[in-house]
């Protein structure tokens, strides 16, 4: 299986209840598959700066935006492949650009132990990783993700994420997809990925079902609710609030 490595696209995220979960999958069922990666187990390694430059930047909510991450499907070995990714927001649309490697380039890499080879991502990665300095492994997020593509419209791409939890300690994702639970265990985080607006069809879907889009950010709420109380600052209330 190729991974894609280069996206742009909207993404509009959803919380919803299990009710709404099940009227959703039903109706997406005749238009919708399992895509390449169907039912896994994603693990995300956030980096930050010492002070939680980035984190705290994103959660302002500004017009252009950036993290960096070492994402896995299942938990890796040191062989295993990995992608290094850099991901923007600037004016609602998402770009992501990510290098696969093994799990041992990628750490090394990451800790400036060792370089991969030559291309436009690795460039980009290596000004984001000058840019901001002391960059170190933050938080580390996993969730059980359902990923489904359009039937007629690959390109169209729904993901449901459950049981989504976070840990600040042992930030190596070789030790395990455990952690706190950041959501309550009967919301479903639903995601769409759209090459443009949403198709009439599934606007119309989302409409009778009742649902409505969330401002969430996985990194940003576990910020909240286990690493900015330890440093005693201030985070906007709002910030997660259904629209």
């Not at 956030?46 to 938990?75: C, I, Q």
């Not at 070995?77 to 600037?90: A, M």
């Not at 901001?132 to 990923?147: H, K, N, V, W």
Request: with cysteine; net charge positive.
């Amino acid at each position: 299986m190729d991974a894609q490595l280069d996206f742009r696209r909207h993404e509009k995220k959803y919380l919803l209840t299990p009710a709404q979960y099940e009227t959703v999958r039903a109706r997406l069922a005749p238009r919708m598959t399992p895509d390449c990666y169907g039912e896994s187990t994603v693990l995300s390694l956030y980096y930050d700066t010492p002070d939680y430059a980035l984190v705290r930047a994103s959660l302002e909510r500004p017009v252009y935006k950036e993290k960096l991450r070492l994402r896995a499907y299942g938990v890796p070995g040191p062989d295993d492949q990995t992608f290094v990714e850099i991901k923007k927001k600037y004016e609602g649309i998402v770009y992501k650009r990510r290098v696969a490697l093994p799990l041992h380039e990628a750490r090394d890499y990451l800790a400036d132990r060792w370089h991969p080879a030559d291309s436009q991502t690795v460039r980009e990665l290596d000004f984001f990783q000058r840019r901001y300095q002391g960059l170190r492994p933050a938080a580390l997020l996993c969730y059980d993700r359902t990923a489904l593509s359009g039937a007629e419209d690959a390109a169209l791409r729904v993901t449901f994420d459950r049981n989504v939890r976070g840990r600040c300690v042992q930030l190596d994702l070789a030790r395990g997809d455990w952690g706190n639970p950041i959501l309550p265990p009967e919301t479903v985080l639903m995601e769409l990925k759209l090459p443009e607006s949403a198709p009439l069809w599934l606007a119309r879907l989302l409409s009778e079902a009742g649902v409505h889009p969330a401002q969430f950010s996985k990194y940003g709420t576990y910020y909240q609710q286990a690493l900015a109380p330890q440093r005693r600052v201030n985070i906007r209330k709002d910030v997660f609030t259904c629209a």
